[in-house]
């Protein structure tokens, strides 16, 4: 496969999995930014090994076989992580009273794996599992964007735009825990912490959310149980 041929493929499969659900070879040429020529035929190698399908009007989707490594990578993510962190993200909500999110990377996006929502309050966050997100706008994001790699986080800071971006990050990261407020829901503040690997590579991001108010007022005794809980997880990942 020539050089770069597989990050553009993977922004093929990227640019698929975003709504509409079924595009043209042209259409999805313009949104990942490739000649016509090379998304056919890269299209044409991803068709071959079934992780796309091209219809009869010429369109081309996600492929069936994307649907079984999607449940196995599902399976494993569960054992793996969710499984470990849920009962320390019950505590967590418990005895903060707000919702508990773990995110982890999904290209340039953070996807929620796992939420426990708490019931103390009826005004409060819902996240739905799998929801993506920009990974460069709120807690949840964020913090997995400050651990990112270099070429990963030279992507996501290209793509973002934004000034100041990789003063933020390198802030974060130097912290070890982030706090935002209205800067991906409005109205909604969270906090977060990064659960690391043995060679402090980023794994998942632990998120406290809720109504800016509650969290911003119990900001550090909020940022001390996330990162605590964020740690104790990371332990069982470790062990």
Same mark, same amino acid.
């Given at each position: 496969m020539p050089e770069g041929a597989l990050q553009r493929a993977v922004e093929l499969l990227g640019a698929l999995g975003d709504p509409p659900a079924q595009r043209t070879v042209a259409e999805l040429a313009g949104v990942v930014g490739m000649p016509t020529s090379?998304?056919?035929?890269?299209? $044409? /190698?991803?068709e071959a090994h079934g992780l796309v399908a091209r219809g009869p009007d010429s369109t081309?989707?996600?492929?069936?076989?994307?649907? @079984?490594?999607?449940?196995t990578a599902e399976a494993g993510l569960r054992e793996r992580l969710v499984a470990p962190a849920a009962a320390l993200m019950e505590e967590l909500s418990h005895d903060t009273g707000e919702t508990v999110i773990l995110t982890a990377p999904c290209g340039l996006e953070a996807i929620?794996?796992?939420a426990v929502e708490t019931e103390r309050h009826s005004v409060r966050l819902s996240y739905p599992r799998f929801r993506r997100a920009p990974m460069h706008l709120g807690a949840s994001g964020k913090v997995l964007a400050a651990y990112l790699g270099d070429d990963e986080r030279a992507r996501?800071? @290209? @793509?973002a735009g934004r000034p100041g971006l990789v @003063? /933020?990050?390198d802030e974060i990261r130097r912290q070890g825990v982030v706090c935002t407020a209205g800067d991906l829901d409005e109205g909604a503040a969270a906090v977060a912490a990064p659960i690391l690997d043995r060679r402090?590579?980023?794994?998942? $991001?632990?998120?406290?959310?809720g109504p800016e108010?509650?969290?911003?007022?119990g900001v550090d005794r909020?940022?001390?149980?996330?990162? /605590?809980a964020a740690r104790r997880i990371e332990r069982t990942q470790q062990s």
């Open positions: 090379t998304a056919y035929r890269l299209l $044409g /190698e991803l081309v989707s996600l492929g069936t076989r994307l649907v @079984a490594l999607g449940r929620v794996l796992h996501l800071i @290209a @793509a @003063a /933020e990050l402090d590579r980023i794994v998942a $991001g632990l998120s406290l959310a108010r509650r969290i911003l007022d909020i940022a001390a149980a996330v990162t /605590e």
